[in-house]
């Protein structure tokens, strides 16, 4: 399925039709989550400690994560779950969160890991550097005061070898192309146009930054302290890895 097309996913229902305030105050912290029960009340709780919105968009995981997301929705709501029908990407959750948030109104829209290894407190220094700033707020492992926490030496080589790939390849000196760990300005979106964005998968990240780049966007790195995920496994296989390296030629030749 094309990206663009990300928000016309099957959906299977979303909690609750009250709609949530969104002042420029607020911030929508989308959640996309497959197999995440063991973590996701502990991420949403996170989030909502600081006093933001969370949207946890669940692409039907079999474990349930999706029916304790609505438990969560049900006593708070300050929290929604989108629904949508099978494991369509990384990438494609993304835009259908930000899609939904964009017809509600909110002024900035966070994308977070729901593993651990996004931690909340850096959550507020991204929302206030993007609405300072403008444009987009990159958690950053790769600038000063950045670091990484419980990764193999071989999967740090890994990551920062494809992140020094993409600044070469595609002439961005953003250093960490690969976070996860974003906010975006409503304007930012906008100007992008989520029907642009050709990536499904992980490579969504190094797609979304480039274009930002390109289109003369703040981009501000904050460092912060990444955990490997507390719980679960990474989703991250070799095929999304090689779907990245292409992903680059792709943008660098478009």
């Known amino acids: 399925m094309p990206a663009g097309q990300a928000s016309q996913a099957p959906l299977r229902r979303e909690a609750h039709s009250a709609e ?3 002042g420029p105050a607020r911030a929508l912290v989308v959640i996309p989550t497959y197999n995440e029960c ?9 989030v909502r400690r600081l006093g933001h919105d969370v949207l946890v968009v669940d692409d039907g995981s079999p474990d349930g994560t999706g029916d304790l997301a609505e438990e969560l929705a049900a006593a708070d709501a300050g929290v929604r779950v989108l629904h949508r029908e099978g494991k369509l990407g ?7 969160g930000f899609a939904w948030g964009l017809e509600r109104g909110y002024q900035l829209l966070v994308q977070m890991d729901a593993d651990g ?18 444009g987009v707020a990159i958690g950053s492992r790769y600038v000063r005061g950045g670091s990484i926490v419980g990764w193999s030496p071989l999967r740090w080589l890994l990551s920062f070898g494809a992140n020094l790939y993409c600044r070469v390849v595609l002439g961005t000196t953003t250093r960490d192309v690969t976070s996860g760990y974003r906010c975006y300005t409503r304007d930012t979106l906008e100007r992008l146009g989520l ?12 797609e979304m930054a480039y274009r930002c780049a390109r289109l ?15 719980a679960g496994k ?5 095929n999304e890895i090689l779907k990245a390296l292409f992903t680059v030629i792709r943008l660098r030749l478009g």
């Open 234 to 238: 990474s989703k991250v296989s070799t």
């Open 90 to 96: 990384l990438g494609t959750a993304y835009l259908a």
């Open 195 to 206: 029907d642009s964005i050709g990536a499904q998968g992980y490579s969504f990240q190094i």
């Open 117 to 134: 290894s996004h931690r909340p407190e850096y959550l507020s220094l991204l929302v206030d550097a993007a609405r300072e700033r403008g």
């Open 38 to 46: 063991e973590n996701v009340r502990t991420a949403v709780g996170g």
């Open 20 to 22: 949530p305030p969104a």
């Open 216 to 230: 003369g966007v703040s981009i501000v790195e904050l460092p912060i302290r990444f955990e490997d995920r507390t």
